[in-house]
């Protein structure tokens, strides 16, 4: 749940890249870390274990001050995804307001990707989450390999709800800010909607994502540079 | 369901953040290699660490005057307090003795959650004392107080700012080595109370799922002991008219009669076996066996049960040998026991193919009990069905078009009947040579004549 405080004018926004082990969610923030200019985000802190794979999760802030002289902070998290670290999970995707789900693209990954998807839409619910107005974004990330998923095959994903594709090459860092940005466009108008952040705390969406895109590396999207595409 | 809310959304202040002792010795050593005073404080303004160096004479010099603490109390006051934005850059706040201080917010994720306060140093640019410090009082001494002066370090205030930065980039990095290890060590608290709170419920759902299921078992021993009961009598009069009939009482037979008869009689008796096999089953799920003690001559068992399966072996072409042996007599329930030693030699005799034998044979063992084995050269057991032949219903060939008939009850009632004499059953087999079950007996039977057992645990190992 973002956290609105009024009397020191912040907002925090929390969003989760959620997905099946090894489809690139840690990858995605690594990328994310070179692209984003150090003035407007932290250090990436990874918890991880020997093996080199996510034990609990990776978290990177994203901050900003508005033209009105609110403080937006952005906590990026990624999720652990290994099976056994159910319960993390559902820790992890506690209050989030948004989520880019990191999909295996190739067929081989189909199933298990779909049993992910099941499993985070169940812990949204377990955590009072309702996922047909949650903004979320899938990315089909490892688009590069062969045997990967056409966006016509995505009917087992898109069965109950139809978010936004965005297909990437996480680990060339191809999809990744595109991806970011999907995911906090669509943050930010479900934000709007609920909380007036245009009305009441005068942040446009223009600046909201200019602010954070126009410390992005956009080599290579399409995103214009001030950031705020056309809606 | 909602969990409890994570840490994770929580806002953590400076001294949870940090070692406090050893960020202290940090600060002390830091302030010691560059001649400077350090203080940092939280986000509420209290002071976490207080390191002074060089200053304490000159300080102390002005502190004993009164207008001179009252001055230095604002000085402090405006360091600690004064608003300094929340951009990573150090405000100067000059003291009224000439000396500086530089104050700069302890930055984290974009937050203020605390600050840290840099000196007293003396500015390079500083001459002489100034007049609001040589007129505090009219006995102030301005040599004593310049002699002071020199202990405390003069740098050019670039430089102090630049010493500043090396201690914030160093507080930066302990702060979020200590974060890390925060939501390290939290998180996996709160993992494995969630998983733990997880497991609680499955844990739950399983204890109501077996509850039912022990009531269902319950029932169902309750319904076969009745349904038996109700099927044996109707049972009787169909074999008793039939006997009758055959004795001629209801007048002359023809052949063919007799043989139709015969064949009634034959079908009723099995019919009425089998119906009493899942009585004394049920019974014994629902702990109703009832022993009747007595002393047993386990020699005449043996050759009694020999002559129940003697007939049908013979027509198989069996050989059949009894060997007592020399067994003493025991306590036991002579029915039962003898009703387990038909079970085992009819079982033998049904999975020993024509040309075989069986062998009963009494052995006495040590710490007063006996033993009598059931050897056959049949078709044997496999290791993967060993264990689990004397459970209710368990046939080794559970397929519909099975070779040998049965209701998968023998073993498990003589299962039951010996370990209600608190002796046990056993079994040795190699497939295609054959089996021995062995039932041990205590010689004096155990006390009380209830079986202890109710339904019988799935599966023994």
Not at chain 2, 42 to 60: I, K, M, Q, S, T
Not at chain 2, 95 to 123: N, T, W
């Amino acid at each position: 749940m973002v956290q609105f405080n009024a009397d020191t004018r912040e907002i925090a926004v929390k969003v989760v890249y959620y997905g099946p082990a090894l489809s690139g969610k840690t990858t995605n923030l690594q990328a994310l870390f070179q692209k984003i200019d150090p003035k407007v985000r932290g250090r990436l802190m990874t918890l991880d274990t020997k093996d080199d794979r996510t034990l609990f999760f990776d978290m990177m802030p994203v901050f900003f001050k508005t033209q009105a002289g609110v403080k937006v902070k952005l906590k990026l998290y990624t999720v652990p995804g290994q099976v056994m670290h159910e319960s993390t999970r559902r820790i992890v995707l506690q209050g989030t307001d948004a989520i880019a789900f990191v999909a295996d693209s190739r067929r081989a990954e189909a199933a298990s990707t779909l049993a992910y998807w099941n499993n985070m839409l169940r812990n949204l619910e377990a955590n009072g989450l309702d996922y047909r107005t949650l903004p979320i974004v899938i990315q089909m990330n490892k688009k590069d390999l062969e045997d990967a998923r056409g966006e016509a095959e995505l009917g087992d994903l898109r069965e109950v709800i139809q978010p936004p594709v965005v297909p990437a090459v996480a680990i060339r860092g191809d999809g990744v800010v595109e991806t970011l940005y999907a995911v906090l466009q669509l943050c930010y108008r479900s934000l709007d909607r609920s909380f007036g952040l245009e009305s009441k705390w005068r942040i446009p969406e223009r600046e909201f994502l200019g602010r954070i895109f126009s410390h992005v590396d956009l080599t290579g999207t399409r995103i214009p540079a001030e950031g705020a595409a056309p809606r | 369901m909602s969990l409890p809310p994570s840490f994770l959304q929580q806002r953590i202040p400076l001294p949870d953040l940090l070692d406090l002792k050893a960020f202290e010795e940090v600060c002390r050593s830091f302030a010691e290699l560059y001649r400077v005073g350090l203080r940092v404080f939280d986000e509420e303004g209290n002071r976490l660490v207080d390191v002074r160096v060089g200053n304490a004479d000159f300080c102390g010099y002005i502190w004993a005057r009164p207008k001179g603490r009252e001055q230095c109390m604002a000085t402090v006051g405006r360091a600690k307090s004064d608003p300094i934005g929340d951009d990573p850059v150090a405000s100067p706040v000059d003291c009224f003795s000439g000396c500086k201080y530089l104050a700069q917010p302890v930055l984290y994720e974009g937050d203020v959650i605390g600050r840290v306060v840099f000196g007293p140093f003396v500015p390079e640019e500083l001459a002489e004392l100034p007049a609001a410090l040589t007129s505090i009082s009219k006995d102030f001494d301005a040599k004593a107080a310049a002699n002071y002066l020199t202990k405390i370090r003069r740098v050019a205030t670039g430089s102090a700012e630049k010493i500043l930065k090396h201690f914030m980039d160093l507080l930066d990095v302990m702060i979020f080595s200590g974060h890390k290890n925060l939501i390290a060590a939290k998180l996996h608290i709160e993992a494995v109370t969630e998983s733990y709170r997880e497991l609680q419920e499955k844990n739950e759902e399983l204890a109501g799922s077996y509850a039912k299921l022990k009531e269902l078992d319950r029932l169902k021993s309750n319904f076969l002991a009745t349904m038996s009961h109700e099927l044996r009598t109707p049972l009787t009069s169909v074999i008793g008219y039939s006997e009758m009939m055959l004795e001629g009482l209801g007048g002359p037979l023809t052949a063919e009669q007799r043989e139709y008869l015969g064949i009634i009689m034959e079908k009723g008796e099995n019919l009425l076996h089998l119906i009493t096999s899942i009585l004394d089953i049920s019974k014994i799920e629902a702990g109703r066996v009832r022993l009747v003690l007595a002393d047993v001559d386990g020699g005449q068992l043996m050759r009694d049960a020999v002559a129940t399966v003697l007939p049908l072996a013979r027509k198989k072409g069996l050989k059949v040998a009894c060997e007592p042996g020399q067994l003493p007599r025991f306590q036991a329930d002579r029915d039962k026991v003898r009703q387990c030693l038909v079970n085992l030699c009819s079982n033998a005799v049904k999975f020993t193919p024509a040309g075989g034998s069986i062998t009963v044979s009494g052995e006495r063992l040590g710490g007063d009990r006996i033993a009598i084995h059931v050897k056959d050269t049949g078709i044997g057991i496999a290791e993967d069905h060993l264990a689990r032949v004397f459970d209710v219903f368990y046939q080794v060939d559970g397929s519909s078009t099975r070779e040998y008939g049965g209701a998968g009850l023998g073993l498990a009632i003589v299962r039951s009947f010996v370990e209600a004499h608190g002796g046990e059953i056993t079994v040795r087999s190699k497939p295609g040579e054959g089996s021995v079950f062995s039932v041990v007996l205590p010689v004096m039977a155990m006390e009380p004549a209830m079986t202890p057992s109710g339904p019988q645990p799935p599966a023994r190992g």
